[in-house]
């Protein structure tokens, strides 16, 4: 397996599971779901 595929795997498992965390525990883990969606805009200009 290719590794652009397995990271966005494992960055779309991420965010699922931090938005799962932010309902559910506390909503202070919503920053953890902005952190993720900057790395993937990060990545979208630097491939």
């Not at 599971?17 to 993720?36: E, T």
């Amino acid at each position: 397996m290719k590794l652009n595929p397995m990271l966005r795997l494992i960055t779309g498992l991420m965010l699922l599971l931090s938005l799962s965390l932010s309902y559910y525990v506390d909503a202070n883990w919503g920053w953890f779901s902005a952190f993720i969606a900057v790395n993937l805009i990060q990545s979208a200009f630097t491939n």
